[in-house]
Every structure is written in structure tokens, then in C-alpha cells.
């Protein structure tokens, strides 16, 4: 079935550093990728999407590319700063057909320190 | 606009005690979504409703959980009896519309419960 897999964490950054988060699926057909941000003590947010191959999604100076030559939605930010401290959960949805679920990755805790 | 209001945020239960969520969509959202997320994992789809019907529920554990979405607006999420291994946050979900293309889907806080 369709999975995402995701690089462990956490991800322990100093403010300005460059950010990277590996991202990589399975699916059969043609996915819709997204990146969600769950901050300490809110819901899920989504962060960004993309809806096929070599789209970019950016937001909020993150950015990812739908790759499907290598199955991949690696999330990138240049600077990241302390409010970016965050979980990031890729995911995809399966979004053909009557349904649109969202299959998750696992989540990479990110703490930026100043 | 309001988001998605769920309640309780917080509940402590002993195993084998029944136990029930609730969730309100944001208003006009079609499609609602039940998540179970355990420590440590992403979310996993329960159900899905789209209006009061139900889309998905092949994740469903249904010897123990219920929902339901009456008049297509607000759910219920229940569990009954729970066990050890339902310590988890629940998490509500709406979107515009859930068929045919991706619309966005818009999370609620979540319900942590801690079956003791």
C-alpha cells in the first residue's frame, strides 16, 4: 500500500542554520504531496503542497519539489529561526477516485536554539 | 472564520470505561475526518464522512469504535470499551469537499485521551 517514510529526529539546529528534512513515498498513481507543522499545543497546519511532478511548494521561506523520479518531497528552509521549532509531518493523499486521505509519515521534531 | 472546535481536550480513562469525542467542522465543510495519532506515529484515518455518509472506515477498529455525523454537521467519535493501546490523540478534520481532487483539510487541537 501507499507510505510515506520520513528521517527520524529530532533535528537539533542553531537559528540561521540550514534546514533539510528527508521525505520519501510509495504510492501507486499520482499523489499529492504535503508538508503539515504541528507546533507545541496546536492542531496540525498545513505548511505546503505539491500536486505533481516537479511542482514546488513553497511557504513561509520552506520549500519542497515533488521529485518522482526518486519518489521524494524533501522539505528545505535557508534560515530557520527559533519560532520554527515545530513537528513536520510529510504526507500524501490518495486523492483519486471517492476518497482523499492523507497517509502520514511518522513526524521529525525540530528544535532550532538561539 | 472559525476553525475546528473539538472537546474535551483532555480525558483519563480506566480500561474497559466508555468514552466519547465530539467535533464541529468548520461551518460548510462537507467532508469530515476522524485521526488517530499514537505517540510517536503520524496520523491514521479512522473514518471518513462526506455529509453524513461514510466514505472510509477500513481503519475502523469496529468492535469497539462508533461515529457518527448527524445532520451532516458535527460528530461523535466513541469508544467503547477502550483498552491500553487507545492512549492516543484524536484528531478532527474538515475540508470544503472530499471527492474527486485534494481539498485542503483543516485540523482541529485534538482530544488526548490516556486509557490508565
Not at chain 1, 88 to 106: D, P, Q, W
Not at chain 2, 67 to 81: C, F, H, M, Y
Not at chain 2, 86 to 104: H, I, K, M, Q
Request: with cysteine.
Amino acid at each position: 500500500g501507499n507510505s510515506v517514510t520520513q528521517m527520524e529526529g529530532p533535528v537539533t539546529l542553531s537559528e540561521e542554520a540550514f534546514l533539510t528534512i528527508n521525505c520519501t513515498y510509495t504510492a501507486t498513481g499520482y499523489p499529492s504531496l504535503f508538508w503539515y507543522v504541528q507546533y507545541p499545543g496546536e492542531g496540525l497546519q498545513l505548511l505546503l503542497k505539491a500536486t505533481k511532478a516537479d511542482d514546488k511548494g513553497s511557504n513561509k521561506g520552506f520549500e519542497a519539489t515533488y521529485r518522482k523520479e526518486t519518489t521524494s518531497f524533501h522539505l528545505e528552509k535557508g534560515s530557520v529561526q527559533v519560532s520554527d521549532s515545530a513537528v513536520y509531518f510529510c504526507a500524501l493523499s490518495e486523492g483519486r477516485g471517492a476518497t482523499n486521505k492523507l497517509i502520514f509519515g511518522t513526524g521529525t521534531l525540530l528544535a532550532v536554539q538561539p | 472564520e472559525a476553525g475546528v472546535a473539538q472537546s474535551p481536550r483532555y480525558k483519563i480513562i480506566e480500561k474497559r470505561q466508555s468514552v466519547a469525542f465530539w467535533c464541529n467542522p468548520i461551518s460548510g465543510h462537507a467532508t469530515l475526518y476522524w485521526y488517530q495519532q499514537i505517540l510517536g506515529q503520524g496520523p491514521k484515518l479512522l473514518i471518513q464522512f462526506q455529509n453524513n455518509g461514510v466514505v472510509d472506515d477500513s481503519q475502523l477498529p469496529k468492535d469497539r469504535f462508533s461515529a457518527e455525523r448527524l445532520k451532516g454537521v458535527d460528530s461523535t467519535l466513541k469508544i467503547q470499551p477502550a483498552k491500553l493501546e487507545d492512549s492516543a490523540v484524536y484528531l478532527c478534520a474538515s475540508s470544503p469537499s472530499g471527492r474527486g481532487s485534494y481539498n485542503e483539510q483543516f485540523f482541529g487541537p485534538g482530544t488526548r485521551l490516556t486509557v490508565l
